[in-house]
């Protein structure tokens, strides 16, 4: 009897490691690019500098971020002083670190900024391996900034900030004028990339690209209980931004979002494999003639509300929806004929396949923050 219960156990270790197996491989082959590039190493807690070389899209390859000369720091302390940052909090970071900076966490922290915090150059905040919250006070400002990343963050209930002074980049004491209340807002900045970050819930949007900011990629956020989601374009006036060049792939819309996702003047947007869970007014929208393609999306439009997607404020947007999937009566009003001379142009970093739109469930099913343990694959 002894005998028949071990090789009983024995084979239902057999099937059970199996089924594992199959079922990690189904995981790998439901990742989209960016994923699969670092979450399937089992040993991503001692490579963490290999999530630079996973971009795609207009940010192109982040490697400027990582290599020779780059500072590894890891924030101890949550608290947060405007004009006098202690050592191992975020805002020393920012202010006291000249160079290359990857900043890490030492465990699960709930992070009240005072005052924004101004992002420096050449800045990765990597919050894999532990659970970062920033929220119920100011948030994260991009202010003529290069090379940033902003990886695992929940960033939510951001509030609206009055003029103050902070301790700004090198440790000068600058003067900001007052923020709206925006979960990540980027000013006259370039080569960002914001990816698997958590955003909700915030007094104003949650990412604003403006003044002449470009060269963005957006991707696998998860984007949920906000009105205003994503503003493309300072103004309707601020004629710079028809420069401006986003991508914003593989994002996770809803559920109760209402607009601006995004809503775009004068650039380009590249928007690809995201999923819509309904919206409100609008998913994506426009004005002063921006060039908005729509590529291989799920747009499930909402229960007993507005089916159509798109809104052109001024009319004279170029709006094209190529293999995009539509359910629940979804439609798309298109403004172009040829979708062939809608770019985006990619150079070959920044370059990546177009997955399916059917596949968009499963591409966009670990978009926001991740769980990442400490050891195992992410």
Known sequence: MTSTWCIVWAISIVILMSFSQVQARRTIENM?????????????????????????????????????????????????????????????????????????????MNIKLVKPLLVSSFTTID?????????????????????????????????AQGPGLVMGLNGKIVQ?????????????????????????DCQDGLIDVTRGSTDITISNNWFRFQNKVMLLGHNDGFRRDKNMKVTVAFNHFGPHCQQRMPRIRFGYAHVVNNLYLGWGLYAIGGSMNPSIKSQANLFIAPQGGNKEITWDSTANGNFKSINDVFENGASFKESVDNGAAMRPNYRPDQIFEVADGRMVRSLTMSAGALRCPRISRC
């Open 176 to 200: 900001l004028g007052p923020v709206d209340g925006d979960a990540i807002r980027m000013v006259t900045s370039s080569k960002i990339w914001i990816d698997h970050n958590t955003l909700y």
């Open 32 to 108: 989209n690019i960016i994923d699969k590039c670092w979450r399937t190493n089992p040993n991503w807690q001692n490579y963490r500098h290999q999530l630079a070389t996973c971009s795609v899209g207009y940010a192109g390859k982040m490697t400027n971020n990582i290599g020779r000369g780059t500072t590894n720091y890891i924030v101890t302390d949550p608290t947060d002083d405007p004009l006098s940052p202690k050592p191992g909090t975020m805002r020393y970071a920012m202010t006291n670190i000249k160079g290359k900076v990857w900043i890490t966490f030492q465990r699960d």
């Open 127 to 159: 919050g894999r391996g532990a659970n970062i919250h920033i929220a119920y006070g100011a948030c994260l400002v991009l202010q003529r900034v290069t090379n940033v990343i902003i990886h695992g963050i929940r960033i939510h209930d951001c509030m």
